[in-house]
Each structure stands twice: as C-alpha cells, then as structure tokens.
C-alpha cells in the first residue's frame, strides 16, 4: 500500500499566521490519466471529515481562498496563509490513485 | 445538497455480525461511485471499500472475506454487511462519495464480548 508521511503531526500556531503541512508519497501519485489524486481534509474536533482540496490544487466550494494545495509527484504541502480560529483540527492528507486509497497520519492543527 | 445519513451501528459481540446502511440524497447516487470509510477510537481514517456505479466491489485486505459492501439504486442507499466481526474493527464508520467529496456523520461500532 502507498505510505502517506505527514510533517509535521502537530503544529500550533499564531491566529494570523500562516500553517503549512507536508505530505510525501512513498511512490508517485500521477494516475496513468495524468492526474493526481492527492486530496486534503480537514477533521474538526466531534465531527466528520470535509475535503477542502482535490488533486492537489483545486479547493472545494465554499472553502476559504486562504486554503491553498500545491505538489507533484509524490511531494505535496497544504498552506494555510492566515490561520484563523475555525481552522483548528486534523489535517489528512489522502491519495486516490492507487488502490486501496490511503491517509495520512494527520496533523493535529492548535492555536498557541 | 448532498445528504449522507448512515444507520446501523451497535455493540456486537466477536464473530457476530453487523449491517450497515447509508441513505443518500442531494446528487445522482445511481452515478456516483461510494465507500465505506472507518476511525477507530483516537485513531486515523481507513478506507474500507467500495463500490462502483456498474457494482464493482474493491476492499481493503483487512476486511477481504468477512465484509460485503453493496448499494440499492432504487432506494438510493449503500450498505456494508460486516461478518465475522472482530475487536479490531470497532470504530465509527463513514459513508462517502469516493472521491472524498462527501461524508455522512459516521455510525459507531463496537465489537466487544
């Protein structure tokens, strides 16, 4: 099964300030269609997962434009350029393009 | 708007089984493809299974054997018959599109004697 490392697993951080989170494949994510299915979500504290990027870049409706995607390959980061209160939670990164698909380990978003 | 609501989680006792249902609404359920996705306690996620638009089923290796995921396109609903159950397989279990799009609130299982 492709191994999703996540980096780093727990990161708090400063209301304003930007977060960012990594996610390296253990192989390559491009589908032989050409595409990445790479997805990210988000996991609030008693409530069910919600994608907010799918293949790598492109945000889900209603998603702030803080929230960027970005990689290739088997190396991708989610941004976060200003952090505000409802973005606490856990980060998965998750690939679709080899089966079974697989998460990340997540990454534990705080407010210091 | 997309709606997933699953049912059918319970307290079973090791060997025993389990079914599942997801009832869908909001898109084309009958050309979506779904999945059955699991958090055990404190844990992360884990994709389960899934089944296609033309019924093609694909699982995990955990599960391989001892699980059945279906759907009713009539009915709009996905189902996972779980058999054999395990300790190892208590955890909330997630309906959703297979691309991560959607997510129901998740139904609980607990497998313990």
């Known amino acids: 099964d492709v191994v999703l490392t996540q980096s780093p697993l727990s990161l708090p951080v400063t209301l304003g300030q930007p977060a960012s989170v990594s996610c390296r494949s253990s192989?390559?994510?491009?589908?032989?269609?050409?595409?990445?299915?790479l997805i990210w979500v988000r996991q609030r504290p008693g409530q069910s997962p919600r994608r907010l990027i799918y293949?790598?870049?492109n945000r889900d409706s209603g998603v702030p434009d803080r929230f960027s995607g970005s990689g290739s390959g088997s190396d991708f980061t989610l941004k976060i350029s200003r952090v505000e209160a409802e973005d606490v939670g856990v980060y998965y990164c998750?690939?679709?393009?080899?089966?079974?698909?697989?998460f990340g380990q997540g990454t534990k978003v705080e407010i210091k | 708007e997309v709606h997933l609501v699953e049912s059918g989680g319970d307290l079973a006792q090791p060997g025993g089984s389990l079914r599942l249902s997801c009832a869908a609404s909001?898109?084309?359920?009958?050309?979506?493809?779904m999945a059955w996705v699991r958090q055990g306690p404190g844990k992360g996620l884990e994709w389960v299974a899934t089944?296609?638009?033309?019924?093609?089923?694909y699982y995990v290796d955990s599960i391989k054997g001892r699980f059945t995921i279906s759907r009713d396109n009539a009915k709009n609903s996905l189902y996972l018959q779980m058999d054999s159950l395990r300790v190892e397989d208590t955890a909330v279990y997630y309906c959703?599109?297979?691309?991560?799009?959607?997510w129901g609130r998740g139904t609980m299982v607990t497998v313990s004697s």
């Open positions: 959703a599109t297979s691309g991560g799009g959607n």
């Open positions: 089944i296609s638009q033309d019924g093609s089923e």
């Open positions: 192989q390559s994510l491009v589908n032989r269609n050409g595409k990445t299915y």
């Open positions: 909001g898109f084309t359920f009958s050309g979506s493809s």
């Open positions: 998750m690939q679709g393009t080899h089966w079974p698909p697989t």
């Open positions: 293949e790598v870049s």
